[in-house]
């Protein structure tokens, strides 16, 4: 999913538009969520925030799987404020002790999961809509340390060898009939993870072997475009 929001990022209705404006509608968004703390504002934020990305031509399937990881867990913390927090009125007993739902406690989920929601479509329309350069040029700008920026540009480009190494490993174990079967899924995993780590180190060395090469003195120019 890398390459693609990468690619994304990069081919969009929103890519020449400056950075800047992308960057204030993302922030704006998630500082209208964060503070006002109303579920209706947070569903308004939420709105927003899909039809910006999907008028900018995001394609709705990517976007939905985009979503999904972020869902599975504000879903889960939903379900786990609705059940043990808070001290009102029992709307609900499960008859076992301390799994109950009170009043309060399920409106704080529904505010918590909505909020997360929203923040979380107002970072994606950012993420979906700008390239990683522009991001960075305009922390570099914000006097964000040198340091963080480089360590996440590193980190972002390792992120497209991390995945296509599973790739590669896993579609050389499919074929070979790894994954028939529990025990074979399971033996073709913990082969995958160990084989994962060493080709991680080997791919480190010769990223740093090749920024070497070309003269890397610690730190990476980034430019406006």
């Keep these: 999913m890398s390459v693609e929001i990468d690619y994304i990022a990069h081919n969009n209705k929103f890519t020449n538009i400056d950075s800047k404006i ?13 503070i006002l703390s109303m579920p209706i504002v947070s569903i308004f934020v939420l709105l927003i925030a899909i039809f910006l990305t999907l008028f900018a031509g995001i394609p709705y ?6 979503l999904s990881v972020p869902l599975i867990f504000s879903l ?9 927090f808070g001290s009102g009125d029992i709307l609900w007993n499960s008859g076992i002790s301390f ?22 479509s107002s970072l994606g329309f950012l993420a979906l809509t700008t390239p990683i350069t522009d991001i960075l040029n305009i922390l570099s700008k914000l006097r964000v340390p040198k340091l963080l920026l480089e360590i996440a540009m590193l980190m972002y480009t ?11 490993m896993k579609n050389a174990q499919s074929t070979r009939l790894g994954y028939y079967g529990f025990k074979n899924s399971y033996r073709s995993l913990g082969v995958l993870i160990s ?6 180190l080997d791919k480190s060395d010769k990223l740093q072997i090749s920024l070497d090469s070309r003269g890397f003195s610690g730190s990476f120019h980034i430019y406006d475009r």
């Design 158 to 168: 390792t992120i497209f060898l991390f995945f296509s190494q599973i790739e590669a």
């Design 76 to 84: 889960i913390t939903f379900i786990f404020m609705a059940f043990f």
């Design 61 to 66: 399937k990517f976007y939905l799987k985009f």
């Design 99 to 120: 799994i109950v739902i009170r009043i309060d406690g399920l409106e704080l989920a529904i505010n918590t999961f909505l909020r997360i929601v929203a923040c979380f």
């Design 195 to 200: 084989n994962l780590f060493f080709r991680s």
């Design 22 to 34: 992308k960057s204030i509608t993302a922030i704006s968004l998630i500082l209208i969520a964060l």
